[in-house]
C-alpha cells in the first residue's frame, strides 16, 4: 500500500504461495501431504505451467526410462525378459519412472496369484499423488496406504478413500486386497513423503509461469501494462469498502486476463470523477528478461542440468556444434543425475521381486550410446573414442572384443622361433607337454614352460571384407582357443558355410572366396637354448614330430581347404 497526496494507491500483485504443513490425521488414520494432498497439486501445476521445468523432467525421465528395460545375457535366456514383461508391462515400467522424476517417489501396486497369495501375479503403476501413507504405528511403520482418484472430492462416494496394505502387510487384510509398495529416498527432515530433487526451484518455475502469462496478458490487451483506477472522494473510505470495490472492479475489467493488472486510487473529495488510465508499456519484454533468464538458470541448476541442449533449449557454450556439446553433457548427466535415479527404481522392483523369490538381472537400456566414465564403458563391453575433443562410447562387437585378446608381435620376454603355415590334416591338435608359465596372459594348452605357440592371420593385405580388414590391420597373434571361440560369435555376418552367421573362424577364415589363412608361430622365451633333441630346434616331419613326443589327431577333410576352393564343394555360398 502507498499514500501520496492524502490518497490511497492499492497495487494487485503476484500471488504468494506457501507450502502446506503434513499433519497426521489419527481420526482418519492417515497422513496429507498439505491440505488435501495440495503439496503434490503444486508440483504438478508447476510441470505444466513452466516451460523449462516441464523440458527437463520429461528429457530426465526419456533418459531413465531409455529403450526400456533389457536383461543382461539375454542372449543365452531369451525368456526372461518375457516373463518378467508379464509380470510388469513396459507401459507401466515407465509411468513409475515418470512419477519418480516428477514427484521424488514412486508407488507401485502388488497382485497376488489367487490360487497361492504367496506367489506374485503382476505389479502396476498407480499414481503416488494419489496415495497417501497411514500413520505410523508404535513402532514407526507404515502399515497401509489410502487412496483416492482426487482428494479435494475425498467426500464424494466416488473418490472415497480406500485403505490397501502397505507391501508385506497383506495377511493382515486377509490377502483379500492388492498391496501398494510406496519408494522414497531417504531425505533429512522428511518422515512421510519425499520432496523431488529438484524442489528448489520449483519458485523460479512458477516464476516462469508468471511471466509466460504476463506476456501472454500483455499482449491480448494491447500492449497495455495494465490501468490506473483514480476513484474520487474515496480516500475516507474503510478497508473493507475499498476491499469490495477493487474485487468488485476487477471481475467488470475483463476477468482473469486482466486480473492483477490495476492499481486503484483512492483521492480525496476534490479530485475529478472516476478515470481509468492505461498505461502503455511496448517494452514490458526488456524488463523481465533479466528476470525470466535468471528463473530458467534457477530451474536447470536445481535439476543439475549441465546443458540446455539437453533438455532441447537453446545454448552457446563455445563448442563446435549443439552435437558436440550434447554428446559430451550427456556422458555426464547419465553418470550423475540418471544412474542414480535409474538404481533407485530397479532397487524397488528387485525388492519386490526378492520377497517373492524371483531374480531378474535388469537394466535399462541407454537411450543413446552415451554412457558413464571410461572405465564403466570398458567394463560394460564398450569402448572410448575421442573425436573434437568429445568423448563418444561406441558400441563394441565381438569381433572388437576377440581382438583385443590379440598379443603384438614383437611379444615381450619372447622370440619367434618358426613360423610355418598351419597343416590342418596333421597339426590342428598339436599339444605340448605343459608345465606352466609365469606370464600373465592368458595360456594356451599347446604352451610349453619355455615357449609359447600362437597364429597369426596371413594372407591379401589388401582385402575388401571388412572381418579380414579388421584381423590384418591389427596385426596380432592369438591362441588357438580364442579362435575356436569365434564359432559362437557374429563376427563375419552372412559368410559362414550356406550363407550363415555364425561359423568355425578356425576352418572357413574369412568365408566366401576368402585368401587369407593361419600361420602357426612359435615363440622361445628369451635366454633359452633350444635342445637339439626338441621338435622345436628344426621344421620336421609330421612321423618326426609324433616320434619325438608330439601327439598329433587327424581333422575333418574341410580343415585344409581354401575358403576360396570351398564353393566347389558346397560348403559355401559366395554372397553377392
Known amino acids: 500500500m502507498l499514500k501520496y497526496d492524502n490518497s490511497d494507491i492499492r497495487f494487485v500483485g503476484f500471488n504468494k504461495y506457501t507450502k502446506q504443513p503434513i499433519r497426521e490425521?489419527?481420526?482418519?488414520?492417515?497422513?496429507?501431504?498439505?491440505?488435501?494432498?495440495?503439496?503434490?497439486?503444486?508440483?504438478?501445476?508447476?510441470?505444466?505451467?513452466?516451460?523449462?521445468?516441464?523440458?527437463?523432467?520429461?528429457?530426465?525421465?526419456?533418459?531413465?526410462?531409455?529403450?526400456?528395460?533389457?536383461?543382461?545375457?539375454?542372449?543365452?535366456?531369451?525368456?526372461?525378459?518375457?516373463?518378467?514383461?508379464?509380470?510388469?508391462?513396459?507401459?507401466?515400467?515407465?509411468?513409475?519412472?515418470?512419477?519418480?522424476q516428477i514427484l521424488g517417489e514412486l508407488s507401485i501396486v502388488i497382485h497376488r496369484q489367487k490360487s497361492d497369495r504367496k506367489k506374485l501375479a503382476k505389479l502396476e503403476h498407480i499414481s503416488k499423488s494419489n496415495v497417501?501413507?497411514?500413520?505410523?504405528?508404535?513402532?514407526?511403520?507404515?502399515?497401509?496406504?489410502?487412496?483416492?482418484?482426487?482428494?479435494?472430492?475425498q467426500y464424494q462416494a466416488k473418490f472415497k478413500p480406500v485403505e490397501y496394505p502397505a507391501f508385506g502387510f497383506a495377511e493382515d487384510f486377509g490377502f483379500e486386497k492388492p498391496e501398494i509398495y510406496v519408494g522414497m529416498p531417504y531425505q533429512i527432515g522428511q518422515e512421510y513423503?519425499?520432496?523431488?530433487?529438484?524442489?528448489?526451484?520449483?519458485?523460479?518455475?512458477?516464476?516462469?509461469?508468471?511471466?509466460?502469462?504476463?506476456?501472454?496478458?500483455?499482449?491480448?490487451?494491447?500492449?497495455?501494462?495494465?490501468?490506473?483506477?483514480?476513484?474520487?472522494?474515496?480516500?475516507?473510505?474503510?478497508d473493507s469498502e475499498k476491499d469490495?470495490?477493487?474485487?468488485?472492479?476487477?471481475?467488470?475489467?475483463?476477468?482473469?486476463?486482466?486480473?492483477?493488472k490495476q492499481a486503484f486510487n483512492f483521492k480525496r473529495q476534490d479530485s475529478e470523477d472516476t478515470t481509468i488510465v492505461n498505461v502503455e508499456n511496448n517494452t514490458a519484454h526488456k524488463q523481465w528478461?533479466?528476470?525470466?533468464?535468471?528463473?530458467?538458470?534457477?530451474?536447470?541448476?536445481?535439476?543439475?542440468?549441465?546443458?540446455?541442449?539437453?533438455?532441447?533449449?537453446?545454448?552457446?557454450?563455445?563448442?563446435?556444434?549443439?552435437?558436440?556439446?550434447?554428446?559430451?553433457?550427456?556422458?555426464?548427466?547419465?553418470?550423475?543425475?540418471?544412474?542414480?535415479?535409474?538404481?533407485?527404481?530397479?532397487?524397488?522392483?528387485f525388492e519386490i521381486l526378492k520377497y517373492f523369490g524371483l531374480s531378474y538381472d535388469l537394466y535399462f537400456r541407454p537411450l543413446t550410446e552415451i554412457e558413464g566414465e571410461d572405465e564403466e564403458a570398458i567394463k560394460s563391453g564398450n569402448e572410448i573414442e575421442t573425436t573434437n575433443e568429445v568423448s563418444l562410447v561406441k558400441k563394441k562387437t565381438d569381433l572388437d572384443n576377440f581382438l583385443e585378446l590379440g598379443e603384438d608381435e614383437d611379444l615381450e620376454s619372447y622370440n619367434i622361433l618358426d613360423e610355418i603355415e598351419v597343416d590342418y590334416n596333421e597339426e590342428d591338435s598339436l599339444?605340448?607337454?605343459?608345465?606352466?608359465?609365469?606370464?600373465?596372459?592368458?595360456k594356451s594348452s599347446q604352451d610349453g614352460e619355455d615357449f609359447i605357440v600362437r597364429y597369426r592371420y596371413?594372407?591379401?593385405?589388401?582385402?575388401?571384407?571388412?572381418?579380414?580388414?579388421?584381423?590384418?590391420?591389427?596385426?596380432?597373434?592369438?591362441?588357438?582357443?580364442?579362435?575356436?571361440?569365434?564359432?559362437?560369435?557374429?563376427?563375419?555376418?552372412?559368410?559362414?558355410?550356406n550363407g550363415v552367421n555364425t561359423y568355425s573362424i578356425w576352418l572357413?577364415?574369412?568365408?566366401?572366396?576368402?585368401?587369407?589363412?593361419?600361420?602357426?608361430?612359435?615363440?622361445?622365451?628369451?635366454?633359452?637354448?633350444?635342445?637339439?633333441?626338441?621338435?622345436?630346434?628344426?621344421?620336421?616331419?609330421?612321423?618326426?614330430?609324433?616320434?619325438?613326443?608330439?601327439?598329433?589327431?587327424?581333422?575333418?577333410?574341410?580343415?585344409?581347404?581354401?575358403?576360396?576352393?570351398?564353393t566347389n564343394e558346397g560348403f559355401l555360398k559366395p554372397r553377392k
Open 25 to 100: 490425521n489419527t481420526s482418519r488414520n492417515w497422513v496429507m501431504n498439505g491440505r488435501n494432498n495440495e503439496n503434490y497439486k503444486y508440483i504438478i501445476d508447476r510441470y505444466n505451467g513452466s516451460t523449462t521445468n516441464k523440458a527437463v523432467n520429461n528429457a530426465y525421465a526419456d533418459l531413465a526410462y531409455g529403450r526400456g528395460l533389457s536383461i543382461h545375457d539375454e542372449e543365452e535366456d531369451g525368456l526372461l525378459l518375457q516373463a518378467f514383461s508379464e509380470l510388469m508391462t513396459f507401459k507401466e515400467v515407465k509411468a513409475v519412472v515418470i512419477d519418480y
Open 132 to 153: 497417501i501413507p497411514s500413520v505410523e504405528d508404535d513402532d514407526g511403520v507404515v502399515r497401509s496406504y489410502w487412496y483416492s482418484a482426487d482428494w479435494t472430492k
Open 193 to 238: 513423503f519425499a520432496n523431488p530433487d529438484y524442489d528448489a526451484c520449483l519458485q523460479y518455475a512458477g516464476i516462469e509461469e508468471e511471466l509466460s502469462n504476463y506476456y501472454f496478458s500483455h499482449i491480448v490487451n494491447g500492449l497495455s501494462f495494465g490501468s490506473i483506477v483514480n476513484i474520487p472522494n474515496s480516500a475516507h473510505w474503510s
Open 244 to 260: 469490495k470495490y477493487i474485487a468488485d472492479t476487477q471481475g467488470k475489467l475483463g476477468g482473469s486476463s486482466n486480473a492483477n
Open 289 to 349: 528478461e533479466f528476470l525470466g533468464a535468471e528463473a530458467s538458470n534457477k530451474i536447470l541448476s536445481g535439476h543439475k542440468c549441465m546443458s540446455p541442449a539437453l533438455v532441447g533449449l537453446g545454448s552457446s557454450s563455445g563448442f563446435a556444434s549443439v552435437a558436440d556439446e550434447m554428446d559430451m553433457m550427456e556422458k555426464q548427466l547419465m553418470k550423475r543425475v540418471i544412474a542414480p535415479k535409474q538404481d533407485f527404481i530397479l532397487d524397488s522392483i
Open 431 to 442: 599339444q605340448f607337454v605343459s608345465t606352466g608359465t609365469a606370464r600373465p596372459n592368458a
Open 458 to 497: 596371413v594372407g591379401n593385405k589388401t582385402p575388401e571384407r571388412s572381418f579380414c580388414k579388421a584381423m590384418m590391420s591389427a596385426n596380432k597373434v592369438y591362441r588357438k582357443e580364442d579362435i575356436i571361440q569365434l564359432e559362437n560369435k557374429v563376427v563375419n555376418e552372412g559368410w559362414g558355410p
Open 508 to 566: 572357413y577364415k574369412g568365408g566366401g572366396n576368402c585368401h587369407h589363412k593361419f600361420n602357426r608361430v612359435i615363440y622361445l622365451k628369451k635366454g633359452k637354448n633350444v635342445d637339439p633333441n626338441s621338435p622345436l630346434a628344426q621344421i620336421i616331419s609330421t612321423s618326426e614330430a609324433r616320434r619325438r613326443g608330439f601327439r598329433l589327431e587327424t581333422n575333418d577333410t574341410l580343415v585344409s581347404i581354401e575358403p576360396r576352393n570351398m
